[in-house]
């Protein structure tokens, strides 16, 4: 039987530490030795950069500062390096963490090209190259193209999964951008392991993961270079990369998937939307004080972007006109839909699937269907009105109609009765007189 593939965050680390109890007791024995050597690393990394900033580009440079960065926990091997084509001038790795490329600049003359973030000195000191048309990626492709074809230049390395991984499930589909630069590229596989923790951590800064690579006793990077592959006659980049993804992830021994970065962005978004579960309880175990807690490790909502209090003010809004339905499924829908009256529609034409809730009467929603509205009692008393006004129709109505045109008219029911009752606490906040009272005073 075909096993599914795995699930786009199959594909990620969220969790730094680990979870085995002897593995983080290990961990924690460790800490003391593991930050006196960090500091020291911090020191030693600083004459790394310099000195790999003064020697000029060539063999000798790249085996001194490969000899330096073993000191740095940054330990770097390859298998059957006479496998390497140097008259490829384009190689493809997968993304595993912060420092590949400059792993594999380490063991061939190689460029990468700055792709997302701010140019300027911190990107130039990471080792990427600065061609610009960063919002553009055709103009950069066209970029890459003339830069490929000047005799003399460093050799191309691209990830064309354009996001990193754990390495250890499988690939996010190849972008065909990369495979349109050049005919002619070379697969490199890249292992990385390292003891305690995980290589690479979801929305994890270089800086963090520059610091935990000093702090754990050593990173070891593992490159293996694949023969060249080239475009077959007939044949489109779309499927080039898709050969070339089947054939790396063979070669890793993991799988090939379709998610890309996209798919890992909505999951981040939706996972910061969905609370967690509650108890049986109905009351918070947190105690007083403490920090929220996350709904993915290592992600707060401590902070919430304008998105997230947007999406929470208009799921407040459906949770108004629906209130059986569970806020998390509100959320989940409205981060795909970002309208209200959408997600409404797709709640009541049955499109979003979910387990109704039990709704409770609270004192606001009893005094909506059923309490009358009082005028003001100086008005009443000057004119003989009637202390009350007929009650809105009672928008309580917890099941669904049949047929569509009964949803849509319960819908606009619930919408009519809500608007008419915030209409009515406007004018009792601000003490301006109704229409009928209006009416009355024209009379008069």
Not at 96 to 102: K, L, M, R
Request: aromatic letters at 8%.
């Amino acid at each position: 039987m075909e096993t599914a593939p795995p699930r786009v965050e199959n594909l990620f680390d969220f969790r730094r530490l680990p979870t085995d109890g002897l593995i983080l007791t290990l961990l924690l024995l460790y800490a003391p030795f593991g930050i006196c050597l960090m500091l020291l690393r911090i020191f030693i990394g600083i004459h790394v950069f310099l000195v790999s900033s003064a020697l000029p580009d060539n063999f000798f440079r790249r085996v001194i500062v490969r000899a330096m960065c073993s000191v740095l926990g940054m330990i770097v091997s390859q298998t059957d390096p006479k496998q390497r084509d140097k008259n490829v001038k384009t190689y493809l790795a997968n993304h595993v963490t912060q420092f590949d490329h400059n792993v594999l600049s380490f063991l061939a003359p190689c460029h990468t090209p700055l792709l997302e973030g701010r140019a300027g000195f911190v990107s130039w000191a990471r080792g990427y190259m600065e061609l610009g048309w960063i919002e553009s990626r055709t103009r950069l492709v066209e970029t890459l193209r003339s830069y490929n074809s000047l005799e003399g230049e460093r050799t191309l390395l691209l990830f064309p999964e354009d996001e990193m991984t754990n390495g250890k499930v499988g690939l996010l589909k190849f972008s065909s951008w990369a495979f349109s630069i050049n005919s002619t590229i070379q697969p490199v596989v890249l292992t990385v392991k390292r003891p305690f923790i995980a290589v690479s951590v979801v929305e994890s800064s270089w800086l963090a993961e520059l610091l935990w690579m000093f702090f754990i006793p050593f990173t070891i990077y593992q490159v293996r270079w694949l023969p060249s592959m080239s475009l077959m006659e007939g044949e489109s980049e779309e499927d080039f990369a898709v050969r070339v993804q089947e054939h790396l992830a063979m070669e890793l021994g993991i799988v090939s998937t379709h998610h890309t970065k996209s798919d890992k962005l909505e999951y981040l978004k939706r996972m910061k939307h969905v609370a967690p579960p509650e108890t049986s309880s109905g009351t918070s175990s947190r105690p007083s004080g403490a920090r929220p807690r996350t709904f993915l490790p290592g992600l707060s909502i401590s902070s919430l972007s304008a998105e997230d209090i947007r999406i929470a003010g208009m799921a407040k809004q459906v949770k108004e006109v629906l209130p059986h339905i569970p806020i998390n499924v509100i959320k989940m829908d409205l981060v795909s839909t970002k309208c209200v009256d959408t997600t409404i529609t797709n709640m009541l034409e049955g499109r979003v699937e979910f387990s109704p809730e039990e709704v409770s009467a609270s004192p606001s929603s009893c005094s909506l269907s059923n309490t009358p509205h009082a005028a003001p009692h100086n008005l009443t008393a000057a004119h003989n009105v009637p202390t009350a006004v007929p009650a809105p129709k009672t928008i309580s109505k917890m099941t669904f109609e049949k047929s569509p045109v009964d949803r849509h008219l319960s819908l606009q029911e619930r919408k009519d009765a809500l608007y008419a009752y915030a209409k009515r606490r406007y004018i009792d906040k601000h003490g301006l007189p109704t229409e009928s009272e209006e009416s009355l005073d024209q009379e008069h």
